[in-house]
């Protein structure tokens, strides 16, 4: 009889034993409340032990926790209908208030993101939840941790995740991108032109103080050209040259003027009668050239192969003319 009464007294302290020994996780912590009243002390992780129904441990998650935040429906301050979600990162730092101050911390959490959001969805523009996100997020992480802390949670860090738009909005905002890409295009390109045409203004100027360099450019030009297959190439005289020429001879035909004046009567008016015949039979031709004056200049060459100065086109028939009257004159005393 002894033994049984010892060995149920044994089973009894071994189920109190059982039932008030805990154990708490390093990432947890452990509130206890003794007849509903919270004890001071926070029990730290390991075995801890209370009394069987007398105390009532609690124990707290005291990692970061990762709270998703659905889709807020909202309207934007300039009118434009979005849908936001965003994610929560917080910690209980006071487990504690956590459990006296808030029936369910994870619950209203989730209830004070919701809210936030929908707040910070109606004070933003479009354009800020498009592009400067980081200041939405500091001022979300602020309105989500006011209330916060009176339950022993602290905020890490919150994020809007994504911002969905209606479709027309979607192609408005692609049409309004073309457009200042295009506006970048043009800019870019003009800046190049006006740089390539002061360029070209400044080179111009040099070559027009250095007329070798025109030419030299224009040889190079020349040479650029004729390298490539099937081209014809169509030159100007040089007006230069000519001009060089008409004085080389109005020079030489000096001394021959000079020498047929002291010569007999009978004579030169023999020779000036064939040389006027041989002069006027003689083949020629004659094609245009450009004037620096904007008129044409014509150039004769005889089948000698002989380049006669240059002739001003309707100056011709006024030659011909004094010709024929200076023949009549030196023929007129000879017979």
């Known amino acids: 009889m002894i033994i049984e009464v010892l060995i149920g007294v044994l089973v009894v302290l071994a189920l109190v034993a059982a039932s008030s020994v805990r154990i708490i996780r390093q ?45 807020q429906e909202g309207i934007t301050r300039d009118n434009v209908t979005v849908k936001v979600d965003a994610v929560v990162y917080f910690n209980v730092t006071d487990p504690a208030r956590a459990v006296i101050n808030v029936e369910d911390y994870l619950f209203a959490m989730g209830q004070v993101a919701q809210a936030s959001l929908r707040s910070i969805i109606g004070k933003s523009d479009l354009d800020d939840l498009l592009s400067d996100r980081e200041k939405l997020n500091q001022g979300l992480e602020v309105m989500i941790d006011s209330p916060a802390l009176n339950w ?49 203004s400044e080179a111009a100027a040099v070559m027009g103080q250095t007329p070798a360099a025109l030419q030299l450019r224009l040889l190079e030009t020349v040479v650029e050209v004729a390298a490539e297959k099937n081209s014809t190439l169509v030159l100007p005289f040089p007006v230069e040259l000519l001009r060089f020429v008409d004085r080389t ?73 004094a010709e024929e009257q200076e023949d009549a004159t030196r023929t007129g005393p000879a017979r």
């Not at 408005?172 to 070209?200: C, V, W």
Request: charged residues 30%.
């Open 152 to 200: 022993g949670v602290h905020i890490d860090r919150v994020e809007i995740k994504d911002v969905s738009l209606p479709e027309a909005m979607k192609r408005s905002i692609a049409r309004q991108a073309e457009a200042e890409r295009e506006r970048r295009s043009r800019i870019i390109s003009a800046d190049g032109e006006f740089q390539a045409s002061r360029k070209l």
């Open 27 to 71: 990432y947890e912590r452990g509130v206890v409340l003794r007849f509903g009243r919270l004890q001071r002390t926070v029990r730290p992780p390991g075995l801890t032990a209370i009394v069987p129904g007398v105390d009532r441990l609690r124990k707290v998650n005291m990692q970061i926790i990762t709270m998703p935040v659905p889709g």
């Open 249 to 321: 001879r109005d020079g030489a035909a000096e001394a021959p003027a000079a020498a047929m004046d002291t010569s007999g009567d009978d004579h030169s008016g023999t020779e000036d009668g064939g040389e006027t015949e041989q002069r006027r039979s003689t083949a020629e031709e004659w094609y245009e050239l450009p004037d620096d004056a904007g008129g044409g200049v014509s150039v004769r060459t005889d089948t000698a192969g002989t380049e006669s100065p240059p002739h001003v086109p309707g100056q011709r028939e006024t030659q011909q003319r």
